[in-house]
């Protein structure tokens, strides 16, 4: 693969993966033979050897239960090499401003601004309507075909050989019998959510993106672009935000966004091989109001109202005593703990009521 540094490889580790890794044994391991590790990584990517090992696969309980398939640090290198030095800057011109995932600038600040502006653009028809589409299982059932089609004409031979092998590598049978041991292991900690636990998903042949991997996450918002253009130019249906597997469209007329649900849902279906959850996907008035990026937005006396989901707040609660619980032991620096505080405070400063600020103080200034 043409165009491989040195310099860039050393960049993604110092700053992203070394800062990053919380398993320090592994970032000492690495650093131990710090340049041959990078010249070795440097020479696969370069004679094109490069092929993805296999993953550590793990379980976690926080927001839900969910599958994490980690990587070791020399795929995490390759993997954030690939997203920032070849995905992003040849494929982020295909992915329009409203997509709130992954980007720089263009996170869940960003989206709950958009929300909050559409919603105040859209005030002078009274009420309005949101259709909420939600993509069942979307990660487990991104088609590897379909993706790797979207891919071909917009990279070189080179750079789509090695994103292909990326995209594959949950093809390797090891994977589900790893998920098997783990919900095993988890039913046998927790058995009282047996039915959540056994209810993960399990990956089919040709189907699904690593978890927790920065080129799946980059993948998964480039897999619906085409249909994002669909919706804004085609159905002029400007009014949308898509997170990940979250599609919400503000519209006037009820009518023709449940018209617009049909086409929509067709080539979801018959394009991308995907299903729509359909008891997650209605379409409401802006007056009984709707979820979305961990908060709830409604009018009342025609002011907006934001407010944090309440599983949202129990969740940050039990997440900044983790945090707090960690730098009374030692584990982690004030900086980080200081960094992690000002995170869940700043990110809530779009609700409208001050729960989970006052949480925050409370824990982290008790001791004065």
Known sequence: MNGVKIKDLLNTYDLEIRINTKNKRKVFAFERN???????????LIDNSYYPTKYNIFIIREPKYRIVMSLNIRDKIVNHYLARYVLIPKLDKYLDMRIVATRTGYGTDYGIKLIKRYIEENKKYGNFYILKIDIKKYFYNIDHEVL?????????????????????????????????IEVKKMIEKRPYDKEKIEDLPRYMKGKGLCLGAMTSQFLSIFYLSGLDHYIIHDLHLKYMVHYMDDIVII?????????????????????????????KTNIVSIHEGFNFLGYRFFIRNNKTIIKIKGDTIKKVKRR?????????????????????????????KYASNLKVVKIVNKIYFKNG
């Open 34 to 44: 710090k340049m041959q590790n990078i010249e070795s990584i440097y020479n696969s």
């Open 148 to 180: 790797k089609n979207l891919l071909k004409d917009k990279l070189d031979i080179e750079e789509f050989t090695m994103i292909s092998r990326i995209i594959d590598s949950t093809d390797y049978d090891y994977i589900n019998k790893y998920i098997d």
């Open 251 to 279: 519209h006037h007329d009820k009518k023709y966004l449940k018209e617009c649900l049909v086409k929509i849902e067709k080539i979801i279906n018959e394009v991308y091989k995907l299903e729509i959850n359909r008891k």
């Open 320 to 348: 900044v005593k983790e945090v707090n619980y960690l730098y009374d032991k030692g584990y982690i620096s004030f900086e980080r703990c200081f960094s992690s505080i000002n995170t869940y405070l700043y990110s809530f």
